[in-house]
């Protein structure tokens, strides 16, 4: 299984039995799985979309957003339940305007899972973090 490093993207490979062993990035000697959103940018963002074995979870969001700014800790709390399973990732509308537009994102927060490239589903609105894990594996397994 391929894995992004969230610290220098990196792509590793892990065996899947090894996953909730706390696996180290082989460049930079960092977690692989750290349970906390990665920041998504122009700079890493082909890298976790397209290339992680993992499905990713983008949550959409922009900083005047009061709604996202709610749903920030209950996001958080899902990733953590979801270490391994699942890699979580937030991507500021604002500050990516560009791969916003290539999403469509039409309202905020939107949640988008991505595999391989491929966008498996959709849901927009802020929700709590059972309903986000609910979700989140439903969508994963697409």
């Known amino acids: 299984m391929q894995i992004v490093c969230p610290h220098c993207t990196t ?14 990035c082989g460049q930079c000697k960092r977690p692989l799985i750290t349970g906390e959103p990665v920041e998504l940018t122009e700079a890493n963002f082909d890298a976790f979309a397209n290339k992680s074995d993992l499905p990713v979870l983008i949550d959409f969001w922009a900083a005047w ?6 749903m920030a800790p209950q996001f958080a709390a899902a990733a953590r339940e979801m ?20 999403f469509n994102v ?34 994963a397994s697409l």
Do not use: H, Y
């Open 83 to 102: 270490i391994g399973e699942v890699v979580f990732a937030k991507l500021d509308t604002e500050s990516n305007q560009r791969i916003a537009a290539l």
């Open 11 to 24: 792509l590793n490979r892990v065996p899947p039995e090894r996953i909730g062993d706390g696996p180290n």
């Open 106 to 139: 039409r309202s905020i927060p939107t949640l988008a899972m991505v595999k391989g490239g491929r966008e498996l589903a959709r849901e927009a609105g802020a929700r709590p973090a059972a309903e986000i894990v609910r979700w989140a594996r439903k969508a």
């Open 65 to 70: 957003c009061g709604p996202c700014r709610m």
